[in-house]
């Protein structure tokens, strides 16, 4: 299921390195993330590592909110 998995934890990860904005943050690798098909949940991921300021707005699915994260350039 990726990232529509119900156990999936890294939305509460990511909204928590928003909130505390740590210097550093490590996170488990999950077994398969790296696989081909869980891609763009992996840059989506990422993304909001780059730009944790920038959260899912409340009618926005994860797919949608990284549509607009790859807007945004390291300049803006």
Same mark, same amino acid.
């Given at each position: 299921? &990726?990232?529509?998995? %119900? =156990? ?10 928003? +909130?505390?904005? @740590? ?8 077994? &398969?993330?790296?696989? %081909? =098909? ?10 909001? +590592?780059?730009? @944790? ?13 990284? =549509? ?9």
């Amino acid at each position: 299921m &990726g990232y529509d998995d %119900p =156990r999936n934890m890294f939305p509460a990860i990511l909204d928590a390195v928003a +909130l505390i904005m @740590p210097q550093a943050v490590l996170i488990e690798n999950v077994k &398969g993330l790296l696989r %081909p =098909r869980f891609s763009d949940a992996l840059e989506y991921i990422k993304k909001r +590592l780059q730009f @944790p300021n920038l959260t899912r707005k409340r009618t926005e699915d994860w797919r949608n909110h990284y =549509r607009r994260l790859l807007k945004i350039n390291v300049s803006d």
